[in-house]
């Protein structure tokens, strides 16, 4: 299996508000960046979003070291919360509906396709990766075409 390295960002003017998300992906001497973003959504979306985009992009089944200042990702990934909601109907342990369940349903399809290491990184700590993940996640959601994020719903 291919080694990639991935960065991953999100960024959101108001939560909610406009929203974009960035991803680094690097393979050897190998660089891509993606970004993207939605007129109205939430910070945490755009987190997510960032990851789905990055593993949808490879190729081929790939381990993937996944960097994020995201510990709702992280922690969602590392402590298996993702397999037992799936488990449990998209259910928390209070029995409330997960939120984002439509994000968390497709990066659950990605982890299952690649060997995927959640690695959080702090935020805004000169991390080189999470740097330009966050300027390119900020630029995006500064545009003015954005397009609506299907799965956002005011109120979550």
Not at 34 to 40: D, K, M, P, Q, V
Not at 123 to 128: C, L, P, V, Y
Not at 138 to 143: M, V
């Given at each position: 299996?291919?080694?990639?390295?991935?960065?991953?960002?999100?960024?959101?003017?108001g939560n909610p508000g406009p929203g974009g998300w960035a991803a680094i992906l690097e393979y050897g001497?190998?660089?891509?960046?993606?970004?993207?973003?939605?007129?109205?959504t939430t910070n945490n979306r755009m987190e997510l979003f960032a990851a789905i985009a990055a593993l949808e992009a490879l190729k081929e089944p790939c381990e993937v070291a996944?960097?994020?200042?995201?510990s709702y990702l992280v922690n969602a990934v590392s402590r298996r919360w993702l397999e037992r909601w799936n488990r449990c109907g998209w259910r928390k342990a209070d029995k409330q509906p997960v939120l984002n369940a439509?994000?968390?349903k497709r990066l659950?399809?990605?982890?299952?396709r690649h060997r995927v290491n959640p690695v959080w990184v702090k935020?805004?700590?000169?991390?080189?990766g999470n740097v330009r993940c966050d300027e390119l996640a900020?630029?995006?959601?500064?545009?003015t075409d954005?397009?609506?994020?299907?799965?956002?719903?005011?109120?979550e």
């Open positions: 299996m291919k080694k990639v390295v991935i960065h991953t960002d999100g960024a959101c003017h001497p190998h660089r891509r960046e993606l970004c993207g973003g939605f007129a109205e996944l960097h994020s200042d995201s439509d994000l968390w659950l399809r990605q982890l299952e935020g805004h700590a000169d991390h080189a900020g630029e995006a959601a500064r545009r954005l397009p609506r994020d299907s799965g956002f719903s005011p109120g």
